[in-house]
């Protein structure tokens, strides 16, 4: 099973209060291997108060709703599902059904406002590394990263175009790393 993104439901301004705790369950219930990173979608704004003073402000884009990168297991459902504070997973019919996880483009839109990538640290999206790409015209192939361009979210990727090796520019949330 691979790790992806869902939408978690808490309530409403308690969000970073169920990160912690989140995070702190997965580290003391022994999960870090299931689930990875927790993001409480934010962007930062300038106001201007009546003053004229401008003050940067950190505005929630999804108030009571968290991000959860994660491998969907029984273990996993069961240690996200009873964190304090959380009401549920967005996708799921209730009745102990696994929540449908967000499309690649979707977490993609949603980090970018936050200047943040779905690809973590860990992961080894570098030159050579093999990727699938699984959306736009080469939807469906595979190829392998030439160059990275992680500001903004672009690869180059080599890829085998009728027996000839041909590069292609991708966005991040069009490519998949495969296990190979």
Known sequence: ME??????????GHENKVKEKLEMRAESMDMKDYIFRVIVPEQKEIEVDKNGVKKEKVK????????????????????VRNTPGVT???GSSGKGAKPTPLQ??????VLRNMGISRFDNDTK???GAKVKIVSGPFAGMFGVVDSVDMPNQKLVLNVD???QETSVEADLSQIELTNE
């Not at 999804?62 to 069961?78: H, K, N, Q, R, T």
């Not at 690649?104 to 839109?109: A, H, L």
């Open 125 to 127: 999206l570098e030159v």
């Open 3 to 12: 790790k992806q993104w869902y939408v978690v439901n808490t309530y409403s």
């Open 60 to 79: 929630k884009l999804f108030p009571g709703y968290i991000l959860v990168e994660m491998v969907m297991s029984d273990e996993a459902w069961f240690v």
């Open 161 to 163: 175009l009728f027996g």
């Open 104 to 109: 690649p483009y979707e977490v993609d839109n």
């Open 88 to 90: 549920g997973f967005i």
